[in-house]
């Protein structure tokens, strides 16, 4: 946990749930002292009206039964009716923390013994050091209901991030309040995912009438997967901390992780060129060789006269050619098949994730393959085709934040995606923690006539570490919860 502070702010990141400030809430209060006024009435009216009918005693305790089993499921069930209330639109609570309850508990002890005590004078003493006590609870009660009015609540979070990166996330608060000034306002942010849930908390000292104030927080998630950030909870307890008033802003955002690439190695480079060259001997052993548009330029003898560009000669008064160069980047087809039976595989797959991650960023200009798709077989089936350089790496990599391994994939369906790519100038590489079974699928397809499957071209990478190590070094958060399992 860190904090920073600024000017009137303090921010602590990285509060967990168990940091989060426990209260009860002031409607359990209420019910709870009815209950006990009910059988402190049953109890001391009989005594100081002996004429008192007995059904009033007996009414006062099946009132004060009633109240209590009321209070008991009310704590029972305190979570979901909750989540009720703010369904219906009561975002706004009171509550008593610890240093309440034990304010309120000396209280009822002064207020019993005033009650109860046989020495009028000494009764008339204590009921007065009971309203002392209970002018300042009140007070503070109602203080800390104005330091919420008319709060304007804001946040700023990234939309993506990388997996054990650290981000921020900025929370704005402006008080349209024309004199009042808020202070002691605790921001209680929530993040839930598949990394597990945190609660980071912003504390502002104070924010002037008119006045917005800004802090952030800083986050860093090192697991992979789609977050929801939301909702907010401002709260104070100014000034005796007896009190404790919250307020919820349904202020929910997706947050999308993207898993850490992997880092590349020498190893790599020598494979993709072995893979490109393969692409384009195929290619041209079937006759599909293929030439792309270079420029235009002058003509020169022996040059073929179908080339000639006739806009461009017209134009310049001299005959001109297009120039076609022959196609030397590959087109890539990546297939992943997320096959895990046990909690331990499905953590060895990461690496292939991150693997696939590195390549989808790797491809550009430079690179000796273009990347054309990307198909992954886990829990659900997806598949990524290109619509835009920059939209394709946005949805590949979001497919990757979000894919779960499976111990049933659809393998067959990934297979038939590999033979429907076609051949000519793509790489298709498969991987895939079981490459025994998908040669045996493939030869089984073979057999069975499928067309194309003999010369498929269908590149087949086991995805056990002691493989892809060879190709790529692990991101750091892979290298430290491998050291933890150790």
């Known amino acids: 946990m860190s904090v920073e502070k600024h000017r009137n702010v303090s921010v602590v990141t990285g509060a967990r749930a168990d940091s989060v400030a426990a209260g009860v809430g002031a409607g359990l209060i209420v019910q709870l002292l009815a209950a006990a006024a009910c ?3 049953a109890w001391v009216l009989p005594y100081r009206f002996p004429d008192l009918e007995p059904v009033y005693r007996q009414l006062l305790i099946v009132g004060g039964l009633f109240l209590l089993t009321l209070a008991a499921l009310t704590l029972k069930f305190r979570r979901r009716l909750t989540q009720i209330a703010m369904r219906l639109g009561f975002e706004s609570r009171l509550l008593l923390p610890r240093e309440g309850l034990v304010y309120l508990a000396m209280m009822l002890v002064i207020a019993v013994a005033a009650l109860t005590g046989g020495n009028p004078d000494t009764g008339n003493m204590l009921l007065l050091v009971f309203g002392l006590m209970a002018g300042p609870f009140v007070v503070n009660g109602w203080i800390v209901v104005l330091m919420l009015l008319k709060l304007q609540v804001e946040r700023t979070a990234p939309e993506v991030a990388e997996a054990g990166a650290i981000f921020r996330v900025a929370i704005s608060i402006s008080n349209l309040r024309p004199l009042l000034s808020s202070h002691l306002l605790l921001v209680n942010d929530q993040l839930s995912g598949p990394g597990g849930d945190q609660h980071p908390q912003v504390l502002f000292m104070k924010i002037s009438p008119g006045e917005r104030r800004t802090a952030e927080y800083q986050l860093r998630i090192a697991t992979r997967g789609i977050y929801s950030l939301g909702p907010l909870k401002v709260s104070s307890q100014f000034p005796l901390g007896i009190g404790e008033k919250h307020q919820t802003f349904q202020l929910q955002q997706s947050l999308v992780i993207y898993p850490a690439p ?7 480079r020598l494979r993709e060129d072995e893979l490109a060259a393969a692409a384009h001997s195929r290619m041209r052993t079937h006759g599909a060789a293929e030439d792309e548009f270079y420029g235009i330029r002058e003509y020169r003898a022996g040059d073929n006269h179908r080339a000639v560009h ?3 000669s017209a134009r310049t008064g001299q005959l001109m050619v297009r120039e076609q ?10 297939l992943l098949d997320l096959f895990a039976e046990t909690e331990a595989a499905v953590q060895e797959l990461e690496l292939a994730v991150s693997f696939t991650s590195a390549l989808c960023l790797h491809s550009s200009a430079q690179s000796a393959w273009q990347l054309q798709r990307i198909c992954i077989a886990g829990a659900q089936y997806v598949r990524v085709e290109p619509a835009g350089t920059a939209a394709f790496r946005e949805a590949a990599l979001k497919s990757l934040a979000d894919c779960q391994a499976s111990p049933a994939p659809r393998l067959e369906q ?3 995606e590999g033979l429907r790519a076609g051949r000519g100038r793509r790489v298709i590489l498969l991987l895939t923690p079981r490459p025994a079974t998908v040669r045996s699928e493939l030869q089984r397809l073979a057999a069975g006539g499928q067309t194309g499957v003999s010369g498929s071209g269908i590149t087949i990478m086991s995805t056990e ?3 892809l190590l060879r190709y790529c070094a692990p991101p750091l958060q892979l290298e430290i919860a491998a050291a933890g399992a150790v």
Request: proline share 3%; charged share 25%.
């Open 39 to 41: 059988f402190l009435g």
């Open 262 to 268: 992997a880092r590349l190695l020498s190893g790599w």
């Open 310 to 312: 006739w806009r461009s």
């Open 325 to 334: 160069r022959p196609v030397r980047r590959a087109e890539l087809v990546i």
């Open 414 to 416: 990934l297979l038939g």
């Open 465 to 467: 570490h002691s493989e």
